[in-house]
């Protein structure tokens, strides 16, 4: 009990053990500790990546204690933050996230780095493609968000601000601001002053181990590409 009440407190505090964390490792592959983690993951709301040689705490979306909520990623960066601010956050993660590991093969990561401004173009693309605005409707009945609103908003922000870069309500501090939360995680970290993004190994694991299944990747895709099929239908 005391190596799997550890091995825990190592997870919970850095969301990992990896090659540091010898005799924390060993402990972690007997079967006795493992039952009784998988009992804990249970309890909280977590399972267990093994990958590479590292051991990653990966929360359930529905975990109460350990997942990120709205209110969460409201207030990231200011309290004074709306739930459309949620949502935007959310949506720019996603595309990001896409960008990243949209690839079509048996490993989908298909960049190494990607540039703020990149993520602002595409964004700008996908806000004023009218088949994506023609697809809120289903996102709104089935998520219950507001798309087209969103849309609106990220089009009433102003690009950048060259007098004050660090300012957030522009198009390129949200999508700092997203790039932000996933650097706070240890899943982004950023280069060239600001400018650049980059997944860590800990993301690569993560998304290529676990998250990206074949199921995930459709559905990703489906998300996506669907706007495509919407733009080639026929309009009366």
């Not at 190592?10 to 998988?38: H, I």
């Not at 990243?100 to 990149?118: A, E, S, T």
């Not at 899943?187 to 181990?209: K, S």
Request: negative net charge; contains cysteine.
């Amino acid at each position: 009990m005391r190596q799997t009440a550890q091995i825990l407190k190592k997870l919970l505090a850095d969301g990992e053990l990896n090659s540091s964390d010898t005799e924390l490792l060993a402990d972690y592959r007997t079967p006795e500790v493992r039952a009784e983690l998988d009992v804990w993951g249970d309890e909280l709301g977590f399972t267990l990546v093994d990958m590479r040689g590292k051991v990653y705490l990966v929360p359930f979306t529905d975990s109460e204690l350990l997942s990120f909520s709205l209110r969460d990623i409201r207030e990231s960066e200011s309290k004074s933050d709306s739930l459309r601010d949620a949502f935007l956050q959310c949506y720019i993660i996603t595309t990001i996230l896409w960008k990243f590991y949209g690839g079509k093969n048996l490993n989908p990561k298909r960049i190494h780095f990607l540039q703020v401004k990149d993520v602002v173009e595409t964004l700008d693309e996908r806000f004023s493609d009218i088949a994506v605005l023609r697809s809120a409707d289903i996102m709104e009945t089935e998520y219950e968000i507001n798309f087209s609103q969103i849309a609106s908003y990220w089009g009433a922000l102003p690009i950048d601000d060259p007098q004050s870069p660090q300012r957030r309500k522009t198009r390129v501090g949200v999508v700092r601001s997203a790039c932000r939360l996933l650097e706070r995680q240890k899943l982004f970290y950023f280069i060239d002053e600001g400018r650049e993004v980059r997944p860590t190994e800990r993301l690569d694991d993560l998304m290529i181990g676990y998250y990206l299944d074949m199921q995930r990747i459709e559905e990703i895709h489906e998300l996506f590409d669907s706007t495509e099929e919407i733009s080639d239908a026929p309009t009366e």
